[in-house]
């Protein structure tokens, strides 16, 4: 699942993981454990490429990703705010597993940053302020879009408008899963 910063992916994953039964598994709810995580060798790198609003070097996320699926035990995961730069994509597919398709999220950054702001109030992250949020934007639109459009070149892209509210974006969103997993694909 992909989309811009404060698009509302950890939103709709809530929805999913109740009606479809995956896995949800955020690549930056990952991290920031790990920078949290005491001892941990990449605490202090996370921390700032976190606050820049930069991509973490793909081999401390994959391995926190395929470590978090073989824990699971599961076999369906839905992966949240990943892959953010055609490097992760690539290695991901090519030493973890294949993806079934992406999700992708579209929303002008106005809106996201109205959300960010507000969820900035209360969420205690680090990178929800205006400095940190403007070069998140800066790093989706230049390293993350790219990979969008790879897997539309491929034709494995859904797109979903997040402008209207949760519910109406998630009526839209369950057509799309309901017709991918109908008769057990
Ligand atoms: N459709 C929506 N309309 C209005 N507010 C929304 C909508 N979806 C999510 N929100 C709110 O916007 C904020 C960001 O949503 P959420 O945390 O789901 O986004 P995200 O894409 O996972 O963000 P990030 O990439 O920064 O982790 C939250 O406060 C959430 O409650
Ligand atoms: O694959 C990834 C995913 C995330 N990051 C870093 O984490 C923050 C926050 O991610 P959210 O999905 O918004 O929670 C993101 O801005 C990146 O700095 C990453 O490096 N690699």
Sequence with gaps: ????????????????????GFVHLSAGDLLRAEQERPGSQYGDLIRSYI?????????????LLENAMLASG???????????KM???????E?????????????PEEVMLQRLIKRGETS????????SIKKRFKTFTETSYPVVEY?????????????????????????????LFSENN
């Design 74 to 84: 599961q076999t369906r995961f839905l992966i949240d705010g990943f892959p953010r």
């Design 51 to 63: 606050k820049e609003g930069k991509i973490v070097p793909m081999e401390v996320t994959i391995a």
């Design 1 to 20: 699942m992909i989309g811009g910063p404060g698009v509302g992916k950890g939103t709709q994953c809530a929805n999913l993981v109740r009606d479809f």
């Design 151 to 179: 897997y539309s070149k491929k034709g494995k892209v859904h797109t979903v408008s997040c402008v209207e509210a949760p519910d109406v974006v998630y009526g839209k969103v369950k057509v799309i899963f309901d017709k």
């Design 95 to 107: 030493s973890v597993v294949p993806s079934k398709f992406t999700l992708y999220f579209e929303c």
């Design 87 to 93: 490097d992760q994509a690539l290695k991901f597919e």
């Design 124 to 131: 205690g992250r680090d990178d929800d302020n205006i400095e």
